[in-house]
């Protein structure tokens, strides 16, 4: 939605198909909407098709992720189906894979999954004519694919920009609040952020915790967890979890942070929409060097990586900060440029238009080649 609306502001046609329901999105009203009916995946890819051919594109952006539209476990053949029609309708396939597949298992089921899922991978490599990840590190894992070799060009890095907009921060001075924009996803550890805060409170009476965003509807095991977890906390009466909110009101209350924490296991990295939320707004950002983690990110200059993936290691990261206004000053305008230069919709825009205008197909030379022998 993001990215179509940023190309319509640039006066270029885009619509966005998605599985039924689909609607516009009031953060982008001008962006055309239209949702595909269907039961299971294939049917899916075949009336998206079928949309897509009744109308004048001349690219295709499928966003891939191995579980779309319902595949579950398992993978689909889907999405290479889908790309395979659109090629054979003459539209340039443009493939962005936000992730890869799932991690090998020794479950039986989950070994069949996750091998399916790479078989649905290779099998979709090969049919773009250009192809994104979002990350340094998923496009070594291409390279190294033995289907790399059909690639048509090398996978680019193609940072994810903001869900929510950045809204600048606004620090008061003397305050101490901490925060984060997440789900209770696989990887991100709110237990963490828990105990770094028991931490910085006795240090800051004052300090307060601001979970942001959706963690889930009532009787989910994660959100049960971490209730349960705050109910034992010395501090959970200074913890406030949001709710679901607009994204204009996610990044008013990403702005208000004084410390942003980003707990994910894999450290800081480019396929996060979160994540620059709070970098575009100027909230100095404490994470962690993980697998995933770009040179993008340079520690004390805009980003400050704690020692370990530890609560006490965050809470010792966010205490220096806190004690530091020059560094808190440094992390903040570090984060903006960082933001300006590489996360933002304007540089994902225009990064994708120029790979685009370099992919020009090359005529058939096959004829004159006969003509002339």
């Known amino acids: 939605m993001r990215l179509a609306a940023e190309l319509a502001r640039r006066g ?62 398992f993978g689909s053949p889907a999405l290479p189906l889908l790309a395979a029609l659109l090629r054979r309708r003459g539209l340039r396939v443009v493939v962005i894979m936000h992730e890869l597949a799932t991690p090998w298992c020794v479950r039986p089921d989950l070994a069949v999954g996750a091998a399916m ?126 709710g679901k909110l607009a994204l204009g009101d996610v990044a008013a209350a990403v702005g208000s942070l004084d410390a942003y924490l980003f707990p994910m296991n894999t450290g800081a990295n480019t396929r996060s929409g979160t994540l620059p939320v709070a970098l575009g707004s100027g909230v100095p950002v404490i994470a962690v060097r993980g697998a995933e983690t770009d040179p993008l990110f340079e520690h004390r200059r805009n980003i400050l990586f704690a020692d370990a993936f530890t609560g006490p290691a965050f809470a010792r990261a966010a205490l220096e900060l806190f004690g530091d206004r020059t560094l808190a000053g440094r992390l903040s305008e570090g984060g903006r440029a960082l933001y300006r230069e590489a996360l933002s919709w304007e540089r994902t825009a225009t990064m994708l238009l120029e790979a685009i205008d370099r992919d020009q197909p090359q005529p058939d030379r096959s004829f004159e080649a006969r003509a002339i022998s």
Do not use: C
């Open 117 to 242: 899922m790479r078989a649905q991978f290779h099998a979709l490599l090969p049919l773009s004519h250009l192809l994104f990840v979002t990350t340094e590190s998923a496009r070594e894992v291409i390279l190294r694919s033995p289907a790399a070799r059909f690639l048509a060009h090398p996978p680019r890095v193609m940072p994810i920009a903001p869900n929510a907009l950045p809204t600048p921060a606004a620090p008061v001075p003397g305050r101490h609040r901490l925060g984060l924009f997440s789900t209770l996803a696989v990887g991100k550890s709110f237990d963490l952020v828990i105990a770094a805060f028991e931490e910085i409170a006795t240090r800051y009476p004052d300090a307060e915790l601001v979970l942001i965003g959706d963690l889930g509807s009532p009787g989910n095991p994660r959100l049960t967890a971490l209730q349960s977890r705050m109910a034992r906390s010395p501090v959970g009466s200074r913890i406030q979890v949001t």
């Open 12 to 73: 270029h046609e885009a619509m966005v198909f998605s599985r039924e329901p689909a609607t516009t999105n009031p953060e982008a009203s001008n962006v055309r909407v239209r949702g595909v009916p269907g039961r299971t995946p294939l049917s899916i890819a075949l009336r998206a098709a079928r949309e897509i051919d009744g109308r004048s594109f001349s690219h295709a952006i499928l966003e891939y992720t191995p579980q779309m539209w319902g595949a579950r476990r």
